[in-house]
Each structure stands twice: as structure tokens, then as C-alpha cells.
């Protein structure tokens, strides 16, 4: 099994950055995929950035975010970033960490805890 903790979050002005990590513990070999996701209250939980830590490490982003949010990893630390600038009061959400890894052929998500941003003058 895989295990994610999240941090970096917090509170941020509008044009405002921050950065969150998520440290991957466990069965790291394992994992193909790690993303980020955010829940906004009363709202779905929706992607914003994936990348493959397999496929040449190719990211993708939610089109509400792209050219604003950059997100990168780190194999020593076995650790995923993302880098979140230009904040936005829709920004507000809770971020999610996400890991699709692979276990004797079956794929499967592990999540972490979540960590709060809010974006607020």
C-alpha cells in the first residue's frame, strides 16, 4: 500500500503562491501516476495537475489552472509538488494528493488527508 501526507497550505492573497507537497511512503515502486485534486464545499472533486512518474514523467493540467499551477516531483524525496501561483479566490478548496499505484496487476488509488487553501484578501 501507498501512503500520502500533504502540507503547504494555508491562507493566501489574491495573486498570492504557495507550494504543497506530498510525501509518498510505502510502495512507491508501485505507484504509475501521482495528481493533485481539489473540493470546493459544495462542489465535485475535480483534477488539477497529474504527472507520470513512468511515460517520460508527462503532466497534465485542468485548463482552469494551466499556465498558473506547475507540478514536479522529486524521486530522491520521494515527494510530488505543486506549485500554485496567481492565486484565486476559486482556488479555495481543499487539495488532495492522489496516487494511482499497481499491485499484481490491478491499479488502485491511495489519497491523503488534504490540505486547506484559501485565497482571501
Known amino acids: 500500500q501507498v501512503q500520502l501526507v500533504e502540507s503547504g497550505g494555508g491562507l493566501v492573497q489574491p495573486g498570492g503562491s504557495l507550494r504543497l507537497s506530498c510525501a509518498a511512503s510505502?510502495?512507491?515502486?508501485?505507484?504509475?501516476?501521482m495528481a493533485w485534486y481539489r473540493q470546493a464545499p459544495g462542489k465535485q472533486r475535480e483534477l488539477v495537475a497529474a504527472i507520470w512518474i513512468t511515460s517520460g514523467g508527462s503532466r497534465n493540467y485542468a485548463d482552469s489552472v494551466k499556465g498558473r499551477f506547475t507540478i514536479s516531483r522529486d524521486n530522491a524525496k520521494n515527494t510530488v509538488y505543486l506549485q500554485v501561483s496567481s492565486l484565486r479566490p476559486e482556488d479555495t478548496a481543499v487539495y488532495y494528493c492522489?496516487?494511482?499505484?499497481?499491485?499484481?496487476?490491478?491499479?488502485?488509488?491511495?489519497w491523503g488527508q488534504g490540505t486547506q487553501v484559501t485565497v482571501s484578501s
Open positions: 492522489n496516487a494511482v499505484a499497481n499491485d499484481r496487476g490491478y491499479d488502485y488509488d491511495s
Open positions: 510505502g510502495s512507491i515502486f508501485s505507484i504509475k501516476a
